[in-house]
């Protein structure tokens, strides 16, 4: 049993990462139907920067502040000068030029940077909680706590907000959008910076924990997506539970099988959702669009 409630915390702190980084997905993806797969160097460098900053003699919370802020301003400019200059090309064309975006975020990060890996304090001291017999990290709770009030916030801002509802209104018709007034630019630039200040807060999050390098943005996008893919693309109630579900399923995979398989497992999700449930567990609701 207490093997089992193990596997089931671990599975919960990497699930509430993937959340993150599927809720960015799904911010982009609402707001010009592309998935950016950039997005998991926003969580690479919401890492790199906090723990260069704080290498410097920051104190942690400035550090992390700045972290998220020039990473929102990366993500603006990703929009502003690779995806806007493309707008009107095909959807696979989007995505390599994000694909692109990634590998040059990567290198440049590297120069300016290293490439060693990295860590800075615990927000909590690094002393573990015992519960039934397992025991977790406090940062592990910040993380998870971190995923349900981003997803929290975001569910009041586009349901509660006139911004969020022309997030969703520009998703639905772009063109109808321009009519009624809305700035579908600003839309597009408020989405990138949105999607890139949570990946940010991912890394950030979960350095504590697992460390981070200039290297790890890939990975956390290609988990990040198979877990919006597994909660159904586009919806944010999916993208939680899909990063949920998808770090239980690396945590029991790597405890009962082998820790060789672990990041097999979600390559195995993205190929039995696109044969068997392509629009995903909530996905149904949304895959229509007017």
Do not use: C
Not at 26 to 34: K, L, M, W
Not at 207 to 225: E, R, V
């Amino acid at each position: 049993m207490s093997e089992f409630m193990q596997f089931l915390l671990s599975g919960l702190t990497v699930g509430a990462v993937y959340a993150l980084v599927a809720l960015g997905f799904t911010i982009i993806y609402n707001a010009s139907d592309v998935a950016n797969f950039a997005q998991g160097e926003f969580v690479m460098l919401g890492g790199m920067i906090t723990a260069a900053a704080y290498a410097a003699g920051a104190p942690l919370l400035l550090a992390a502040t700045l972290a998220i802020v020039l990473t929102a301003a990366i993500g603006i400019l990703l929009n502003k000068l690779a995806i806007e200059p493309a707008r009107g090309a095909p959807v696979a064309s989007l995505i390599i030029i994000t694909i692109g975006a990634s590998i040059f975020i990567r290198g440049l990060t590297q120069i300016l940077l290293d490439k060693e890996l990295h860590r800075f304090p615990a927000f909590s001291g690094d002393d573990p909680i015992h519960v039934l017999g397992a025991t977790i990290l406090p940062q592990s709770l910040w993380v998870i706590a971190g995923a349900l009030l981003v997803f929290v916030a975001l569910w009041l801002f586009f349901t509660r907000t006139l911004t969020g509802r022309a997030v969703l209104a520009t998703a639905n018709n772009r063109i109808a959008a321009l009519l009624v007034g809305i700035n579908t630019r600003y839309i597009m630039a408020l989405s990138f910076a949105l999607s890139a200040a949570i990946g940010a807060l991912a890394g950030i999050l979960i350095t504590p924990i697992t460390l981070t390098s200039y290297d790890i943005g890939m990975t956390m996008a290609l988990k990040g997506f198979a877990a919006a893919m597994l909660g159904g693309m586009g919806n944010p109630k999916g993208a939680l539970a899909g990063g949920l579900v998808l770090g239980l399923l690396e945590a029991l995979t790597a405890g009962y099988l082998s820790s060789q398989y672990k990041d097999a497992a979600a390559f195995v999700v993205i190929l039995a959702v696109l044969f068997f449930m392509p629009q995903g567990m909530f996905g149904r609701k949304v895959a229509e669009r007017v």
